[in-house]
């Protein structure tokens, strides 16, 4: 049987391609700034349509309905949120400087915050959006631990807790944090980013006794 696909043809269904996963992306990132600014079950997918310049069939096209489109959006939002959270510790070897760059990630961006406080809300009512709060804690109890265990191991720390511990009252601390960027308490509007990084840091300095990271 012959094959009548020439490289026109292939090149063509390349195109179509990198054309469809652009024009996904726009969607959600058009549907993520939405969730951030009214909430997962506030969006509408004729809004969503409105902020990325498509109609709601290529929306339904892409994606079948508002539960999916939204699901997904925050889904690969979890997953970015990991990405940069590993990428992050891995840019350095010392444990002190791997450790404050990995606390800084965390709750260094507004809009990451505001996603993971939908993605938790959302995922009480929506089970399939369970896993993605699930990714994110174990990417958080992994990075401190591992880096956290390696400090301990090369002296760079001395704490009288557990390292389990101390990574039981860092994660919490983290999802505090985070819920004061997204809901803009007092002291959020206070000092923002830089006081989030600094309250962190001193929560994990004084559970490593030593003076500052």
């Not at 292939?10 to 054309?19: N, S």
């Amino acid at each position: 049987m012959s094959d009548d696909t020439g490289p026109d043809q292939l090149r063509d269904a390349r195109d179509q391609g990198d054309l469809a996963t652009r024009r996904k992306a726009e969607i959600m990132a058009a549907a993520g700034e939405l969730i951030g600014e009214q909430g997962y079950d506030a969006v509408r997918l004729r809004d969503v349509g409105r902020a990325a310049g498509v109609s709601i069939g290529m929306i339904q096209h892409y994606f079948g309905s508002r539960d999916e489109l939204l699901q997904e959006t925050l889904s690969s939002a979890s997953r970015e949120r990991v990405r940069s959270w590993t990428d992050s510790g891995n840019r350095h070897s010392d444990p002190g400087r791997r450790l404050g760059a990995l606390l800084d990630q965390a709750v260094a961006d507004d809009h990451r915050c505001l996603m993971w406080i939908q993605t938790c809300a959302a995922a009480s009512r929506h089970p399939q959006l369970r896993p993605d709060v699930v990714l994110t804690q174990n990417a958080w109890r992994e990075g401190l631990n591992a880096v956290i265990t390696d400090g301990v191991a090369h002296q760079t720390w001395t704490p009288q807790l557990t390292v389990a511990q101390i990574v039981d009252v860092l994660v919490p601390t983290i999802d505090g944090l985070m819920l004061e960027a997204a809901t803009g308490s007092a002291a959020e509007k206070n000092g923002g980013r830089p006081h989030r990084s600094e309250v962190l840091r001193n929560v994990a300095s004084s559970l490593l006794r030593v003076t500052s990271l």
